[in-house]
């Protein structure tokens, strides 16, 4: 279908695009598409859902664990299709996590590290900021209904549409975050090398946006409730700016709730990057550099077996 599309600009104009710029604007669309659905679905349900009256309340919000699928489904699918818009053009990282892994074990350039990561950041940003712009009355009701602490009129349940926070059982503590937010990180990046990884049971190149976004949902289902399942520094920092913007304050930045959390911002922005390249670097050592020994050899063993089966003849 796209031999016959003509672009919107003269040649000439275009070109220009054909390098790195073509893929910052790529990674800004892509990541754009990520928080405009995954945010999204964080104002469905926090704020769109009870103030439309199909919950049992104003307020009324994750009534029980199965709720939560909606929220994991939808950041799937929010990272299904952010990849597909983007990912013929940059690859479709729209995560610094990713980004950085590929620089360090997939020979992904240094030099394009930073303007792939501020398109990411600037991506998340434009896509809060629609987020807002759409469910504005939704969320405005939420925290006028809502008896909860309020930060500027603001409550930490409508910040949860944008940005992350730890888990009510840390304390305020670090440690926890931190790890939950490097442990996430290590499996969703591990789970998408492996899925691109054509030496290994790839699959085909039109499903793999699908199957990142199985990933995704994987992760949010299995190490979701500590800290909100961020593993994406733009994802958070992006919505997070976005918000303090907006009105959240301290809530957003530097991400402090009295009596609960303080200085939360960094956690999400470090651990996924840590996370991120033990990922890479967990599947190289036990399984990509595997794969690299049995490419260089003339005859590699099937998989699950060291050497071929012997015939029945050879047998007998």
């Given at each position: 279908?796209?031999?016959?599309?003509?672009?919107?600009?003269?040649?000439?104009?275009?070109?220009?695009?054909?390098?790195?710029?073509?893929?910052?604007?790529?990674?800004?669309?892509?990541?754009?598409?990520?928080?405009?659905?995954?945010?999204?679905?964080?104002?469905?349900?926090?704020?769109?859902?009870?103030?439309?009256?199909?919950?049992?309340?104003?307020?009324?919000?994750?009534?029980?664990?199965?709720?939560?699928?909606?929220?994991?489904?939808?950041?799937?699918?929010?990272?299904?299709?952010?990849?597909?818009?983007?990912?013929?053009?940059?690859?479709?990282?729209?995560?610094?996590?990713?980004?950085?892994?590929?620089?360090?074990?997939?020979?992904?350039?240094?030099?394009?590290?930073?303007?792939?990561?501020?398109?990411?950041?600037?991506?998340?940003?434009?896509?809060?900021?629609?987020?807002?712009?759409?469910?504005?009355?939704?969320?405005?009701?939420?925290?006028?209904?809502?008896?909860?602490?309020?930060?500027?009129?603001?409550?930490?349940?409508?910040?949860?549409?944008?940005?992350?926070?730890?888990?009510?059982?840390?304390?305020?503590?670090?440690?926890?975050?931190?790890?939950?937010?490097?442990?996430?990180?290590?499996?969703?990046?591990?789970?998408?090398?492996?899925?691109?990884?054509?030496?290994?049971?790839?699959?085909?190149?039109?499903?793999?946006?699908?199957?990142?976004?199985?990933?995704?949902?994987?992760?949010?289902?299995?190490?979701?409730?500590?800290?909100?399942?961020?593993?994406?520094?733009?994802r958070d920092f992006g919505p997070r700016?976005?918000?303090?913007?907006?009105?959240?304050?301290?809530?957003?930045?530097?991400?402090?709730?009295?009596?609960?959390?303080?200085?939360?911002?960094?956690?999400?922005?470090?651990?996924?990057?840590?996370?991120?390249?033990?990922?890479?670097?967990?599947?190289?050592?036990?399984?990509?550099?595997?794969?690299?020994?049995?490419?260089?050899?003339?005859?590699?063993?099937?998989?699950?077996?060291?050497?071929?089966?012997?015939?029945?003849?050879?047998?007998?």
């Amino acid at each position: 279908m796209a031999v016959g599309v003509p672009p919107l600009v003269r040649p000439s104009r275009l070109r220009r695009r054909g390098g790195l710029l073509g893929e910052c604007l790529a990674e800004f669309l892509g990541t754009f598409v990520l928080i405009a659905f995954g945010c999204g679905v964080g104002a469905v349900a926090v704020a769109a859902l009870p103030g439309s009256g199909r919950t049992a309340g104003p307020t009324t919000i994750f009534l029980g664990a199965g709720d939560w699928l909606l929220i994991t489904w939808g950041w799937a699918m929010a990272v299904t299709f952010g990849v597909y818009v983007a990912g013929g053009v940059s690859g479709a990282h729209i995560n610094p996590a990713v980004t950085l892994a590929f620089a360090v074990r997939r020979r992904f350039p240094w030099a394009k590290v930073v303007p792939y990561m501020f398109a990411q950041l600037t991506g998340a940003f434009a896509g809060a900021a629609l987020v807002y712009g759409v469910y504005h009355d939704a969320i405005h009701a939420f925290d006028s209904a809502s008896t909860d602490p309020k930060t500027n009129g603001h409550t930490l349940a409508t910040f949860s549409i944008f940005g992350t926070f730890p888990a009510s059982y840390f304390h305020g503590g670090v440690w926890g975050p931190l790890v939950d937010q490097i442990v996430g990180t290590a499996f969703l990046v591990m789970f998408i090398v492996a899925v691109v990884d054509l030496r290994n049971t790839a699959v085909k190149a039109n499903l793999g946006p699908l199957v990142i976004g199985l990933a995704v949902a994987a992760v949010g289902m299995s190490y979701g409730a500590n800290a909100g399942y961020a593993v994406n520094p733009a994802r958070d920092f992006g919505p997070r700016l976005f918000t303090w913007l907006a009105g959240w304050q301290e809530l957003a930045l530097p991400g402090t709730l009295a009596g609960s959390f303080s200085d939360y911002f960094w956690i999400p922005i470090v651990g996924p990057l840590v996370g991120g390249v033990i990922g890479v670097l967990a599947y190289d050592l036990f399984v990509g550099d595997v794969l690299h020994i049995r490419s260089q050899s003339p005859e590699p063993p099937p998989a699950g077996r060291t050497r071929a089966a012997a015939s029945t003849d050879d047998e007998e």
